[in-house]
């Protein structure tokens, strides 16, 4: 699993927001467009193209793309 | 002792009875004086609510009713029926755009065709005596209103209700009725798996007029009350149990 690749696959989740903003050391929580309909998008776009299930807690306690990319590998 | 609701000497089958409102059912069943027989998956927690059942006849049937093979020695292994809960279901919040067949498939397995095939077996196989009673928990979910990541639960669920209708209508002819339970969010494992947040919870609950989530046991008193003789000229119809949520 890459890392440059999981940032896009995150972008991919949000609609307005453009790609050049995420990196991995992105806040996501802080952008505008961030609610619980991206937080629904990431657990699926995290099921469907890493077949790892997160929760919505566990992307809520975590603060930046980074963090949530340690999660999946811890998972995986 | 009068009462009109009480469910002495008959026999109902509850599918999903290793958790949450199908274990509910099943223990309020028993209590109304049913023999139950009781379905899920996981052995350990279908035998939990095994123990927990009044005393009676019981039986506990292991099945995987989405499969074929699961489904017919389920059947098989049936009393006559005067009751049947379709409860088993599953939900998992997706957005549409990241909706593929497979997911389609794994819900509708569950939540439509499931319900749909064992209704078809029990009547094939002559296992629902006269005037049975087939209830269904659906939800408020896809016949009153949805949410965001519901569309394809709501679908499953709105097809139940179809089903229903037509259903009441072939079996009306036998004094068969076909009817089902809508509730609004109710306190169980479903929501466990964490798709949902606290938080997303603590928002939900102020949207319920009456300031709270339903218990499983209100679910099945509905049910009973379905099951039982109070309900015999009420077929094809949705029972709301869902604290005034779709009133606003
Ligand atoms: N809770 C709510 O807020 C709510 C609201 C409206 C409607 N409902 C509906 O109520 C019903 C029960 O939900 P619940 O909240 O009690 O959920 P739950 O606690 O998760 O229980 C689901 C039950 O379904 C069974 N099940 C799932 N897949 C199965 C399969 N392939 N074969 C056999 N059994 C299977 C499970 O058995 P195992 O665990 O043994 O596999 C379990 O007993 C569902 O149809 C749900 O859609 C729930």
Same mark, same amino acid.
């Given at each position: 699993?890459?890392?440059?690749?999981?940032?896009?696959?995150?972008? $991919?989740?949000?609609?307005?927001?453009?790609?050049?903003?995420? /990196?991995?050391?992105?806040?996501?929580?802080?952008?505008?467009?961030?609610?619980?309909?991206?937080?629904?998008?990431?657990?699926?776009?995290?099921?469907?193209?890493?077949?790892?299930?997160?929760?919505?807690?566990?992307?809520? &306690?975590?603060?930046?793309? @980074?963090?949530?990319?340690?999660?999946?590998? /811890?998972?995986? | 002792?009068?009462?009109?609701?009480?469910? @002495?000497?008959?026999?109902?089958?509850?599918?999903?009875?290793?958790?949450?409102?199908?274990?509910?059912?099943?223990?309020?069943?028993?209590?109304?004086?049913?023999?139950?027989?009781?379905?899920?998956?996981?052995?350990?927690?279908?035998?939990?609510?095994?123990?927990?059942?009044?005393?009676?006849?019981?039986? @506990?049937?292991?099945?995987?009713?989405?499969?074929?093979?699961?489904?017919?020695?389920?059947?098989?292994?049936?009393?006559?029926?005067?009751?049947?809960?379709?409860?088993?279901?599953?939900?998992?919040?997706?957005?549409?755009?990241?909706?593929?067949? @497979?997911?389609?498939?794994?819900?509708?397995?569950?939540?439509?065709?499931?319900?749909?095939? =064992?209704?078809?077996?029990?009547? $094939?196989?002559?296992?629902?005596?006269?005037?049975?009673?087939?209830?269904?928990?659906? #939800?408020?979910?896809?016949?009153?209103? #949805?949410?965001?990541?519901?569309? =394809?639960?709501?679908?499953?669920?709105?097809?139940?209700?179809?089903?229903?209708?037509?259903?009441?209508?072939?079996?009306?002819?036998? &004094?068969?009725?076909?009817? #089902?339970?809508?509730?609004?969010?109710?306190?169980?494992?479903?929501?466990?798996?964490?798709?949902?947040?606290?938080?997303?919870?603590?928002?939900?609950?102020?949207?319920?007029? =009456?300031?709270?989530?339903?218990?499983?046991?209100?679910?099945?008193?509905?049910?009973?009350?379905?099951?039982?003789?109070?309900?015999?000229?009420?077929?094809?119809?949705?029972?709301?149990?869902?604290?005034?949520? /779709?009133?606003?």
């Amino acid at each position: 699993m890459e890392l440059s690749q999981f940032i896009q696959d995150f972008a $991919s989740c949000f609609e307005d927001t453009d790609a050049s903003e995420f /990196t991995a050391t992105t806040t996501f929580k802080d952008l505008d467009e961030w609610d619980s309909l991206t937080t629904l998008a990431i657990i699926g776009m995290c099921n469907k193209k890493y077949a790892t299930k997160v929760t919505g807690a566990e992307i809520r &306690e975590s603060a930046t793309i @980074q963090d949530v990319y340690n999660l999946l590998t /811890t998972k995986q | 002792m009068y009462n009109p609701f009480s469910l @002495q000497g008959k026999t109902v089958l509850v599918t999903g009875a290793s958790s949450g409102i199908g274990r509910a059912v099943a223990v309020e069943c028993a209590k109304m004086g049913a023999n139950v027989v009781i379905t899920g998956r996981n052995t350990e927690r279908l035998n939990e609510t095994f123990l927990a059942l009044a005393a009676g006849e019981h039986l @506990q049937i292991v099945a995987d009713i989405t499969t074929e093979s699961g489904i017919n020695s389920l059947v098989e292994n049936l009393p006559k029926l005067d009751g049947c809960v379709n409860n088993a279901g599953i939900a998992q919040p997706l957005l549409v755009q990241q909706i593929e067949k @497979q997911d389609i498939n794994e819900v509708f397995d569950i939540n439509t065709f499931a319900p749909i095939v =064992l209704t078809q077996k029990l009547l $094939s196989n002559k296992k629902l005596n006269k005037k049975a009673s087939l209830v269904f928990t659906s #939800s408020i979910s896809g016949v009153y209103c #949805s949410a965001i990541g519901g569309s =394809l639960y709501s679908a499953s669920k709105a097809a139940i209700n179809g089903f229903i209708k037509g259903a009441a209508l072939d079996l009306a002819g036998r &004094e068969i009725r076909v009817n #089902s339970v809508n509730p609004g969010l109710i306190a169980t494992n479903i929501f466990s798996e964490g798709t949902v947040t606290a938080e997303q919870l603590d928002e939900e609950i102020k949207r319920y007029p =009456l300031r709270r989530f339903g218990k499983p046991e209100e679910v099945a008193y509905a049910v009973i009350y379905l099951l039982s003789a109070a309900s015999e000229w009420v077929t094809g119809t949705n029972l709301k149990i869902d604290g005034g949520f /779709t009133l606003l």
